[in-house]
């Protein structure tokens, strides 16, 4: 292999997922291989008619002997088994998420009736799905930028990979129209967090790290990089990582629920 360089095709539910497998598979930082997007790849409407993202690495410079067999083509992983294969490569030092209910104070009569409407609304949305699962809910931090603290309602049960769905478009979509609802019956705004089986806990470990890795794409490109969309709260967790980052700043831009986060390098 003197004159051929190593290639490696990979496909996964966007581009950005596919890079960040490759570059784990090779072992080698993005500034080592040169990217060549084959399929961008289409999300569909609530995963229907979707198409996942093809792309090719190939190595800039002759990397160790433990470089991959050239021309090799994965298959993304089942939805479930994807997230948990993404958890394993986050970074120790990603900050854990913090589930802190307001310091121990006993709740008014009027936040245990909107605790009960949030976990009335997401039990009977199951019930409806057939689905059986414990459901639970708590008050959660507010962040400096938002005055509301958000309801997070927990969902625990038996295999309920369903309630996921792939890249968490099902739970994002059960999460919307749960807010929706909630909102409605409280007759204000509510911020509303649906979460099963901890899976937003190890969500927000990889936005961070996608984050960060997004903001040094755009400064060494100059140019803006506009995430996929996301839910508010997800939102909520790129904009706070690059809260500090004094070579990009951060906007949402869209509608909801296709309203995205995009990273923008400063002069």
């Known amino acids: 292999m003197q004159d051929k360089r190593a290639t490696l095709e990979i496909i996964a539910p966007s581009v950005e997922e596919a890079i960040a497998k490759g570059l784990a598979d090779l072992g ?3 500034e080592a291989v040169e990217v060549e997007v084959l399929d961008q790849g ?4 609530f995963g229907i008619g979707s198409r996942q993202a093809r792309i ?3 190595v800039k410079s002759a990397p160790s002997e433990e470089r991959p067999e050239p021309e090799r083509v ?7 088994e994807t997230f948990e294969e993404e958890r394993e490569t986050i970074p120790e030092e ?3 998420p913090r589930r802190v209910t307001p310091a121990d ?3 008014s009569p009027e936040e245990e009736h909107d605790l009960q409407v949030a976990r009335d609304t997401v039990s009977e949305l199951l019930e409806k799905m057939k689905i059986r699962a414990r459901v639970s809910a708590h008050f959660g931090e507010a962040d400096e930028e938002r005055t509301r603290i958000p309801i997070h309602v927990d969902v625990n049960g038996n295999d309920l990979s369903i309630l996921i769905g792939r890249r968490a478009e099902t739970l994002n979509a059960l999460q919307y129209i749960a807010s929706l609802i909630v909102s409605k019956e409280l007759d ?3 911020s509303l967090v649906v979460d099963v089986e901890g899976y937003r806990m190890r969500r927000e470990g990889q936005l961070r790290q996608l984050a960060r890795r997004m903001a ?5 490109t100059g140019r803006r990089q506009v995430l996929e969309p996301m839910p508010a709260n997800e939102r909520r967790i790129v904009h706070i990582e690059l809260r500090e980052n004094p070579d990009v700043s951060t906007e949402s831009i869209g509608e909801e629920p296709r309203r995205k986060v995009t990273i923008i390098p400063k002069d």
């Open 28 to 30: 080698l930082p993005e």
């Open 42 to 45: 289409s999300r569909g409407l």
């Open 56 to 58: 090719r690495l190939a």
């Open 74 to 80: 994965h298959e993304a992983p089942a939805p479930i």
């Open 94 to 96: 990603a900050p854990a």
């Open 105 to 107: 104070e006993m709740s």
């Open 188 to 190: 204000k705004s509510v």
């Open 216 to 220: 040094e794409q755009a400064v060494k």
